[in-house]
């Protein structure tokens, strides 16, 4: 760098420096803590994934005589890390509590993983499921970051359904409140809001969007936050690929909902929509 | 952590480390293999990569002196790799039968590079067509894979299209038969099934899904595997964003799908197809 | 390795160096300049995003005695790595302009990020969505993408917007103009292609496409290059999830896309567009 | 593994972690705080070289524009570093202090610069001393070790000797008192007691041992511990290679020691000393 | 680099690729396996050090509810490590053998600890011998290495040896007989060789050799391997900095060996040998 | 860091950045090239091992029909990373001269490894000895270095001797001349000076110093820097260990020096010179 380039670059940096110019932007690490760090927390969902599926994850040779020591070491090392990023009073408790419910989890998860192989002629194993199936890592991040919102945990939650949909394309909001034995297939495009309501035996297809048509305004004209906003799907509802349901509109059980579609009204338990015909095969607008 | 915490921590850790809680969803190391190392994948795909297009991946000064070194060191590599994944006897044989392959895929890749630069106004180069289409790095994913399914390995080929499938949003399975000239634009949330066959000079735009539109059950109830279930596309078909076809249809050849639109019935040889027209203007729905 | 097999593989690799088979698909270093390096970028977008936004990226505990440090060492480590990418003669010239420009492109970002909270009652605070929201990490990749591609950077801007559509899903081609206080919710699939055009106030949801319908040929049948052929949007406009608008057409100020249709026509100011009805509820297709 | 292996495995690791059988050997972690890490350690000591020679460690670009910025970042990671290895309860205040007194330690380690590069023919430049001369590194590490260790910081300071020790050969206690103006050529293998006392201008030559004769043992034959029991050298003494001068003798100034010599008692100001003439030429015993 | 370089590289690699020239130089990996990986014995000593010293290496917070899970996970991975370097038929049932005698090697160093610590009046603790004394780590290293020789373990003794021997500047040869409570202080320079035999509570300062003299040759000229032609030392006996013993002869129990001297022949029990006086002081030669 | 602190840091971090205060001390960027990269030249000696030593060093699966794409890789890395490395116009010149001469210290090594293994009755292949022995080490890094100097490299070749000091205790100048089979055994403090010069045939003990014993000053009372000052050792020397051997004397050929002695004087060819006798055995100053 030359002498030139290098003294105009320390004006920019001033520019860059000058803290009022952040305005509320920027985190106030002096009033409030740092923000979670992102490798910490990739590395907590690695050690709740080896915990969850063992084998598959984390250390691959795990036999009955050694998996007490894997599971020791894997919670022992969730439990800091964990404790660490919470920021709370009762970080340590809350730890403790979130690793409590981890078999819990478990066996949700090997519903969820059961009905993704039996819905799917193309899965041959539970493994290529586990291994392979984008859902199930983004269904594991959500019953995850579920149960620490649960706990009270603050930004933690969303940041490991980001970190989850950064990976595969599925955006579950960490408040969504999903039943069991739920699957999504491929994925990618799918977004959950954070007030939808999940039966069980629920499945979607990727781009699959449960959003909010539009919020009520404050006085502000700011939009008021914790309305129930978002579908509430019932037990055994399919959703195709595409398929857009927004508001807070109830899908009845047993209803299929075609791909490509935009639903914005409540749906009768039972029914079959699909998208209106096509238009003529003549047209030359394409 | 305190001794109480780390007492309580004891009692989860063994509740976790129950070996017959795991069910059948924990791989069975002592009658199985491992898994196939997500790491290896990675590098092998990598390998892969640096062989097909040298000179933008892996080593970046390839020229007409160092090449044979570049390509020797990576194909021995590769050669390594892969037949420690490869859970199969003839494990070395498999390998070398792949690599072999290599300058035929590298022959396919490169049309596939000619036809997303044609189909693309927006591209300069084939240079920055290899360098950063999602589309092509998918393909090349895909062609790898399926050329390893051929070969008779397990799980690897799931396994690579998956890692491809987080990069790009692209998910195609290594099942599928694609002819050449392939081009997939931009591509986020393409999905590509099983039994899928495409011929020559396909285009796909982003969010296209060629997939199973219901799929029969076995007397138990489960899905019966392996039966033909997705989309034929004929040469030159083009579909547009967000287009749903489902089930063994057959897409006559020239025929243009326009977007997001949701086809389950066969569409003769050189039609168009496009959306119903929209709602009226005046709603005050959305 | 057998002596065997080590004698085969050097026969695949004598084949895979042929240079004359690389066609013109390699990157020839001979006569130009190798590749950006891809971990490079990486870097180098890491910086901006620290300088952008100091306490959410790069160093976690900035405060007003230590800001100047940081914006120090990320505005030197930035130039040195930028310039050593830009294959252009007046490099270091193109490189210090572009970070005297980064304060402009905070101020334009800031409001972005006040766009994404105001438009989102699932957002808690302007640090969520700048830790957590994709919508912004593509939003300001673009911002520096775009920047560098006015000034004349070749190659590197689309290796720019490239990263972040595989970190986000959301595809934003560096040459696409767009105003202010822009937002993008979700993200997932979002195409917005190289000669768009948009306002201030615009807000897009997931799976939105702003593409090009057609495009003419030149006389050898290949695109013509540079043509404008992708959508205006003017200010306030809001598209819902997976609507696909293509071609070089102008959706008037005020209006509103309903999600999942398909829009090849000019659309007037305060217009609101939504999907034809569904089809009946009795069909037994899906 | 077979299951055979696994279960003796599991027989010797219970006795491995029989607590009683680690007796007081081992660290007790629920007592007292962890040994200090000998990574942050090796940070620690990186970070000081970048504080006390700009240019030739850390960042290698260093000139007047960017020089504050550096500085600024190193000593705000030393801080933190070292108030988090030092176990004492007002950590902050020592390492505030420890980082105040660097200028000086640099002031001195110019001098020691200066002294080898006068006192050694092959040096061609400060530069080549600061380099690659391990004198000048074990120097470092001790002014650095003392100087923590006179702010009552415990167990550090030996073991950052200790880290110099491994890396140089040269092993100098933290509790010695050296002038300035200190040189040691080569350095292999000299070794500097706890309580030794050197003056200015002093040096030594690889291989010289500054130790203990005996000391006192107390009434259970155990080592008192703190008795002065180490050489002084006043100033301007030189030691050549291999010589051993042990007790609490006191080597007057201007003295040079000849090598391969053993000095138990004191020697006058002046002296010169060299070895007993070697044995007959025509022994046949070697 | 340019073409005419690139040419005269080729030439060069042929020649250094030669294999004829190589001679029996090379490790031929066709007839014989691979030498043993260098940061696999790293990894190796490490984790027999965790194991032996838990608290110190290794995991940092080992206390009396986790400490099973963390010599279990060492144990684990050092038997895999090592049963994988060791080139012989039956390498399972020798790393498991290995590991059953890790608790008495434990024994052991523990009263090498005490030594050191009784005979350093510098020392604080146990804990700053085991984290910062040399000695301590080079005697941990050759007790491993010297069980693994006796289990019959080829080359990789020695390698383990030489390891220790690079940190410490200690070279102790893994075929050394060496006593209980056995302490080594500085060390820099201490050589061992293969057939010395040392007693109990035997200690040395740096720089000592326990070498051969001189070595039977055979009829071709060349050293018959396998002679003893190291010193034997029995117990109690204590050897000074930089002294030389060499040849098969027997330095008799309780007997001190002072500095810098030469021993070439037997020392009966209870002697005191010292360097002859030096030569006179006013001496113009050094 | 509370607000106090952080004040005060920001003045000393000031003072240690007050240009001035750094003298002549750091090294000027402006004016100078930046100091070779230590972890470029650690890289530099590890392909350099590798070229020299395959299937030792580098890559451990050597074998006929892979052993040019091994070499040529590393020489095509050592070409840049050396060429980058060296100040000086005719860089690209002086590296691939280097290069050149590889094969010539190959073969004068291999001379070196059969020395050894001669000399030593504890090692049982020339694997051990390349593998295992730091004297091999230090004389691979002294020959690299020396043809460096002697091609005019300047400050590199001193930085790799100076490693090849850190890792073996054995600091060889690079300015030294050395014949051919030359071993150093153990070797922990042999120190050979910058105008040294050793025949063929010649071996070393540990702790053996070839050094200066004064030197000349000029009118200001710096030492004449290139000045002989060094021992010769003619054909076939023997030095045993710690012996000290200073100034421009010749030890003449075949000659044998034993153990811990001081030499100042020339020895006459076929001479043996052992220490003279210790001191009486009744002593009590031990």
Same mark, same amino acid.
Request: no cysteine; aromatic share 34%; net charge negative.
């Given at each position: 760098m030359n002498v030139h380039d290098s003294k105009q670059l320390k004006t920019v940096i001033k520019e860059l420096s000058d !803290?009022?110019?952040l305005q509320k932007m920027h985190y106030e690490c002096i009033e409030a803590d740092a923000m979670p760090s992102l490798s910490a927390l990739e590395e907590i969902v690695q050690l709740c994934r080896a915990l969850l599926f063992p084998g598959f !994850?984390?250390?691959?040779?795990?036999n009955k005589q050694n998996i007490a020591y894997h599971m020791g070491i894997c919670s022992e090392k969730l439990y800091q890390l964990l404790s660490k990023q919470i920021h709370s009073e009762n970080r340590d408790e809350i730890a403790l509590t979130f690793i409590q419910q981890l078999p819990a989890i478990r066996a949700m998860l090997a519903e969820d993983v059961i009905a993704a192989y039996n819905g799917d002629p193309a899965a041959e194993s539970y493994a290529e499921v586990i291994a392979c199936y984008p859902g199930i890592r983004a269904i594991s991040s959500y019953r995850i970051a579920h149960a620490l919102l649960k706990l009270g945990v603050p930004t933690l939650p969303r940041m490991i359904t980001e970190l989850a949909h950064s990976e595969t394309g599925i955006d579950i909001h960490p408040g969504a409140e999903i039943g069991r034995s739920f699957s999504i297939d491929h994925g990618t495009g799918v977004v959950i809001g954070a007030t939808a309501i999940l039966g069980n035996n629920v499945k979607l297809y990727q781009g699959v969007t449960l959003g909010a048509k539009s919020f009520p305004l404050d006085e502000e004209g700011n939009p008021i936050k914790g309305v129930p906003r978002h579908p509430i799907l019932e037990d055994n509802v399919i959703v195709y690929s595409n398929a857009t349901i927004l508001g807070r509109v109830t899908i009845g059980k047993d209803s299929t909902i075609g791909g490509n579609i935009w639903v914005t009204q409540d749906v009768a338990a039972g029914s079959r929509l699909i998208q209106a015909k096509q238009g003529s095969k003549s047209s030359k607008e394409v």
């Open positions: !803290f009022e110019s !994850f984390g250390y691959d040779a795990v």
